[in-house]
C-alpha cells in the first residue's frame, strides 16, 4: 500500500472538515432545512426536524429522503437552504498555503449543493488550490457513505483510488472509501476511529502542518 505521504490526490470534505462545526452558517442551513421541510411536507417544525435528522443519518443527506419519500424537487431544496449570506465566514491563508503544498491533485467530495461549495470555497479563499468541486449533483444525487459516490468521484475526475487520500469528518462516509483503496484521514471527534480510518486527528491545521512541514519550509511559507 501507498503510504500516506506518498499520495499525490487528495480529496477534502467540506462541512466540519474545511470549515469548523460551530460556525453559525452551519446552524443557518440547518435551520433553513428545517422550515423547508416544514413547508413542503406540511408537518410542524418540530416534526420536520425530526425528518431531517432521520434522513440524514438513513440516506446519508437529507435531501434524498425528500425526494425520495415525499416528492420533493432535489435542485429547488438545495437552492433554497443554503440561499445564505456567507458574511461570517473569513479567508484561511493558512490552510489555503498548506493545501497548497500537498503535492498533487486536490479536489473537494462534498453532500453539498454545487452553488453553496463553490461560494464557500470562494469565501475560504480556497478556489486557486483545488482543481475541482464535486458535489451532490454531480454524481447523481448520491451521497456519501455509498460506494458508488465514491466510484462517479473517481470515474469523473479519473484518478486511481489506490494514490488519493480522503479526509472527512464523518468515519461512516470512509468505510467505502478504504475499501476502494484510499487512505483515510478522520478529522474532529466524530468517534472513536474504526479499522477502516487509517489516520486520526483532531484538527486538520495540525495534521498538514506535519504532513507538508518540509515544502512549507522549502517555500519560505510560515505556517
Not at 464535486?134 to 454524481?139: F, G, I, S, T, Y
Amino acid at each position: 500500500m501507498i503510504p500516506l505521504q506518498a499520495r499525490d490526490v487528495w480529496v477534502f470534505d467540506l462541512d466540519n472538515t474545511l470549515y469548523p462545526a460551530d460556525h453559525t452558517i452551519f446552524d443557518t442551513i440547518g435551520d433553513r432545512m428545517t422550515a423547508y421541510i416544514a413547508r413542503h411536507v406540511g408537518v410542524s417544525p418540530e416534526a420536520a426536524l425530526a425528518l431531517r435528522e432521520r434522513y440524514h443519518d438513513g440516506y446519508g443527506a437529507t435531501v434524498i429522503g425528500l425526494v425520495k419519500n415525499h416528492g420533493v424537487d432535489a435542485e429547488d431544496f438545495l437552492d433554497n437552504v443554503h440561499d445564505t449570506p456567507l458574511d461570517g465566514v473569513a479567508p484561511d491563508p493558512e490552510l489555503a498555503a498548506l493545501i497548497g503544498a500537498l503535492p498533487g491533485r486536490r479536489i473537494v467530495f462534498t453532500n453539498g449543493a454545487r452553488s453553496y461549495a463553490h461560494r464557500i470555497i470562494a469565501q475560504l479563499g480556497l478556489t486557486d488550490v483545488f482543481e475541482r468541486i464535486v458535489a451532490l449533483e454531480d454524481v447523481g444525487l448520491i451521497p456519501k457513505p455509498e460506494r458508488q459516490a465514491y466510484e462517479r468521484l473517481v470515474a469523473l475526475c479519473g484518478f486511481d483510488p489506490r494514490r488519493a487520500a480522503m479526509i472527512e469528518d464523518h468515519a461512516r462516509n470512509l468505510e467505502a472509501a478504504a475499501a476502494m483503496g484510499f487512505a483515510t484521514v478522520l478529522v474532529g471527534t466524530d468517534v472513536a476511529p474504526a479499522p477502516y480510518v487509517q489516520t486520526a486527528t483532531p484538527n486538520l491545521h495540525v495534521f498538514l502542518r506535519t504532513l507538508v512541514a518540509p515544502r512549507i519550509d522549502q517555500a519560505g511559507v510560515t505556517a
